[in-house]
């Protein structure tokens, strides 16, 4: 997962796209998702409901842009249009989910994004990655402060998941993956693990979950202990630690640890 910057054209789109989503699920309990594109001046919105009810999708503009003026103003978009493709009343099941995480004081971000971003900032920046090494998307053409691979951002700039994505539509599993790699990575000797959840159970009745690691314990062990440890009840997992959760906040705090991570569960293991 790639770090977005709040301040620039990725961060507002997936801020939008989080705003949208706390209009549509104000009570965490349905299953929404909406991408929002920008592209000189125009959001594009696409998306499905459960929610039968309409939005007001114009007074949802004027009531995004009003509390970010500020935003708006540094970005110098004066005002924008809005193209609504949101389909309403859909029967919707939680996503497959797939998710890498990191044994970094932020599981979600790679250590060198975090130490990047703690060394230079983020000016000139939209995003930060990692893939064997950093990845910078800027939209300067005169982006040669740093010695990394830089590429130049799109002309049209789309949300990405977790950001307008509903707890229950795969946003929940992402954080609960959140949680165990803060719990497991310091105690398998790896620097990365990567996990694959898919919607249901397998033919014998288990949870059908895959990971992998670059881990000296064999996977299999990982996730048995994991398994035997967790008890993978997301609902019990949101009420618990998501009771103050807020889409809208999400795009600011990604470099504030997050409230669903703890060591309660292995506060006391010893492992193999």
């Keep these: 997962m790639r770090y977005i910057v709040p301040n620039s054209t990725r961060g507002l789109v997936n801020k939008f796209a989080d705003y949208i989503v706390s209009h549509l699920d104000p009570n965490k309990n349905n299953l929404s998702f909406v991408e929002v594109t920008y592209h000189n ?9 459960e929610r039968e009810s309409l939005l007001d999708i114009n007074e949802l503009k004027q009531s995004f842009f009003d509390s970010n003026s500020k935003f708006f103003e540094e970005l110098e978009i004066k005002n924008f249009n809005v193209i609504d493709l949101l389909e309403y009343n859909q029967k919707l099941v939680p996503i497959n989910y797939t998710g890498e995480f990191y044994n970094s004081d932020y599981p979600v971000f790679n250590s060198k994004v975090i130490d990047f971003i703690e060394e230079n900032g983020v000016k000139d920046l939209l995003s930060i990655d990692y893939m064997e090494k950093l990845i910078l998307e800027t939209h300067s053409n005169n982006f040669h402060k740093f010695n990394e691979f830089t590429i130049n951002s799109t002309i049209s700039i789309t949300s990405e998941f977790p950001y307008g994505y509903s707890l229950k539509i795969g946003r929940i599993c992402h954080y609960y993956f959140e949680n165990i790699s803060y719990q497991v990575l310091n105690k398998l000797g790896t620097d990365k693990i990567w996990f694959k959840s898919q919607t249901g159970l397998t033919e014998s009745g288990d949870l059908n979950i895959k990971m992998d690691s670059t881990s000296y314990y064999p996977n299999e062990k990982i996730k048995s202990m994991i398994l035997d440890i967790f008890d993978f009840n997301y609902n019990k997992f949101k009420n618990e630690n998501l009771t103050d959760f807020e889409y809208t906040t ?8 997050s409230n669903w991570v703890n060591l309660k569960e292995f506060s006391e293991l010893n492992l193999f």
């Design 250 to 257: 999400q795009i600011e705090t990604q470099l504030e640890k």
């Design 41 to 49: 001046s125009f959001f594009v919105i696409v998306g499905k409901t």
